[in-house]
């Protein structure tokens, strides 16, 4: 199994800035890519972005695309997700995931989950 934590979410206005982290546990070994998603009050959760493990290569939904950045520490064993330029509709809880598929969109694709952290933006 994988344990995942996540941290560093908050409120924030809008335009301003934040930095997820999530630090993986246990079987880190296991893990191919690690993606970050979000969920509004009242809506299904939603792909945010992804990282390949390895080699570090990113892919991100559309409305994220130029404002959101996922980079990885692999010696810590931590992903983080900066968020820029943030928006009230970017409200939701922030999930970190991992996946042993190598491009992987869909919540299915996933494996383990964090318990996510609270991102609010006002306006």
């Known amino acids: 199994q994988v344990q995942l934590v996540e941290s560093g979410g908050g409120l924030v206005q809008a335009g301003g800035s934040l930095r997820l982290s999530c630090v993986a546990s246990g079987r880190a070994w296991t893990i191919l890519t690690m993606g970050w998603f979000r969920q509004a009050p009242g809506k299904e959760r939603e792909f945010v972005g992804f990282i390949r493990w390895g080699a570090g290569s990113t892919n991100y939904e559309d409305s994220v695309k130029g404002r959101f950045t996922i980079s990885r520490d692999n010696a810590r064993n931590t992903v983080y997700l900066q968020l820029n330029r943030l928006k009230p509709e970017d409200t939701a809880v922030y999930y970190c995931?991992?996946?042993?598929?190598?491009?992987?969109?869909?919540?299915?694709?996933?494996?383990?989950w964090g318990q996510g952290t609270q991102v609010t933006v006002s306006s």
């Open positions: 995931a991992t996946s042993r598929r190598a491009e992987p969109r869909g919540v299915s694709e996933y494996d383990y």
